[in-house]
């Protein structure tokens, strides 16, 4: 049930409204980190002393990628045989990455071993161009967050496939919400009114949802595209996995793909320290568990009904040019 928590929207607070108050106060939080040098802050479009912006999207400011590192992902060497799975932030990377695992290892045995699927399915944004990729057996996959027109050349040139998972942007918006708490690269949002307005005017981590996936179905005449949305996956998710595989091209026997099936869940997930990113819980790079419910409508537990008729009116206005069918709420 929508919570009535009063009738407007507050404006998202920065706290830095002056560029050097936010340059200054980034330099401090990234003392003791060895991502960049301070001379570096002083060319970035800062949003936020934990986010600037480039090509439209918001990169971390504690990552070690810069601008110009980011733009050489463009000369990205990829192969035929390359995957590129791609989200906007909290749309199911995670669950598709233990999917595409799965798939991968029943269709080449031994293709998975003994590592973690951040190993298998490594963070296009996280690696240069002269990273150990290039080593990697076929079929590699990468997990990406980047826009079309940052991905690698070859993957438009050469048909590459791309997996494009989609989730309804309210569900995205809360768990996007809940993971800023976690995260120790993202700012703890001051409070939920707050962040509301951030994620609408697009002043969050990788920018605005709504051009995200404009700009994916806009580009889907040049990509090799897969689209699946997450609601549906909640639905049916042998039926999603059946398809998934055809577009990969794995003959899969009806017993592999109910194996896929069983370990992908969400209860298999969370308890398998390859799926849930336990480990980057112990290193300190989250400050707890990441994985939280996997299902649609928990949105409703935070939005008031002045926010929800707002985001209604903002989705209307900004999706104007793309029919999507959007599920709100799967009840069990």
């Given at each position: 049930m929508l919570r009535r928590r009063g009738r407007g929207v507050k404006?998202?607070?920065?706290?830095?409204?002056?560029?050097?108050?936010?340059?200054?106060?980034?330099?401090?939080?990234?003392?003791?980190f060895t991502c960049c040098s301070e001379a570096s802050m002083d060319s970035l479009d800062l949003v936020s002393p934990y986010l600037f912006k480039h090509r439209?999207?918001?990169?971390?400011?504690?990552?070690?990628?810069?601008?110009?590192?980011?733009?050489?992902l463009h000369h990205f060497e990829t192969r035929p045989t390359d995957i590129f799975l791609v989200t906007y932030p909290k749309s199911g990377t995670a669950w598709m990455q233990q999917i595409l695992v799965q798939?991968?290892?029943?269709?080449?045995?031994?293709?998975?071993?003994?590592?973690?699927?951040?190993?298998?399915?490594?963070?296009?944004e996280e690696r240069s161009v002269d990273n150990p990729s290039r080593e990697r057996p076929d079929p590699r996959i990468f997990g990406s967050h980047l826009p079309p027109d940052m991905l690698p050349r070859g993957v438009k040139a050469n048909?590459?496939?791309?997996?494009?998972?989609?989730?309804?942007?309210?569900?995205?918006?809360?768990?996007?919400?809940h993971f800023?708490?976690?995260?120790?690269?993202?700012?703890?949002?001051?409070?939920?009114?707050?962040?509301?307005?951030?994620?609408l005017d697009g002043d969050v981590y990788m920018g605005s949802?709504?051009?995200?996936?404009?700009?994916?179905?806009?580009?889907?005449?040049?990509?090799?595209?897969?689209?699946?949305?997450?609601e549906s996956m909640l639905?049916?998710?042998?039926?999603?996995?059946?398809?998934?595989?055809a577009f990969l091209e794995k003959d899969l026997t009806d017993e592999a793909v109910d194996r896929v099936v069983e370990a992908s869940t969400f209860k298999s997930m969370k308890t398998n320290p390859k799926a849930n990113y336990k480990d980057l819980v112990e290193t300190g790079r989250y400050k707890g568990e990441t994985m939280r419910k996997g299902v649609a409508g928990d949105w409703k537990n935070l939005f008031t009904v002045a926010q929800n008729e707002h985001f209604d009116k903002v989705l209307k206005e900004k999706m104007s040019n793309l029919a999507l069918t959007c599920v709100w709420e799967i009840k069990e």
């Open positions: 404006d998202a607070e920065f706290g830095f409204s002056a560029r050097k108050a936010a340059v200054d106060f980034s330099k401090y939080l990234l003392k003791g439209r999207r918001n990169f971390l400011v504690k990552d070690k990628m810069r601008p110009a590192d980011l733009d050489a798939i991968m290892d029943a269709a080449h045995l031994g293709w998975a071993e003994d590592a973690t699927n951040r190993t298998h399915v490594p963070w296009l048909r590459i496939k791309v997996v494009y998972v989609w989730r309804n942007p309210k569900d995205i918006l809360v768990s996007l919400y800023s708490h976690v995260w120790v690269l993202l700012e703890t949002p001051q409070s939920f009114e707050g962040f509301f307005q951030q994620f949802w709504f051009d995200h996936i404009q700009d994916y179905h806009k580009a889907q005449d040049q990509l090799n595209i897969h689209f699946v949305q997450y639905k049916d998710l042998r039926g999603e996995v059946v398809k998934l595989c």
